[in-house]
């Protein structure tokens, strides 16, 4: 098993930058991607980057491309989310999440964290 702490939410005003942390334990010699997912209100979750593990690959959803970066620290099993240019569009509970087994980048993920909240105000 895998578990996830994600950290780094806030708020923050629309142009403004946040960077998201998700630390892994457990089995973390097995993770093969790990991805960062966000729920808005009301809305369904939505993936929003992804990185492979031993070779870096990634994927963005269109609406967070050229502004979030997904970057990764394989000696502390952690995974960074760099959010720039944000907007209040981008309000939202970001998950991270992770699997052992391969799979898409975009999924289906089977560890996910608690999530944090991100604000992002107009």
């Known amino acids: 098993q895998v578990q996830l702490v994600e950290s780094g939410g806030g708020l923050v005003q629309a142009g403004g930058s946040l960077r998201l942390s998700c630390a892994a334990s457990g089995r973390t010699f097995s993770i093969y991607t790990m991805g960062w997912f966000r729920q808005a209100p009301g809305k369904e979750r939505e993936f929003v980057a992804a990185i492979r593990w031993s070779s870096s690959s990634t994927s963005y959803a269109d609406s967070v491309k050229d502004r979030f970066t997904i970057s990764r620290d394989n000696a502390k099993n952690t995974v960074f989310l760099q959010m720039n240019s944000l907007k209040p569009e981008d309000t939202a509970v970001y998950y991270c999440?992770?699997?052992?087994?391969?799979?898409?980048?975009?999924?289906?993920?089977?560890?996910w964290g608690q999530g944090t909240q991100v604000t992002v105000s107009s």
């Open positions: 999440a992770t699997n052992l087994r391969a799979t898409s980048l975009r999924g289906p993920y089977a560890y």
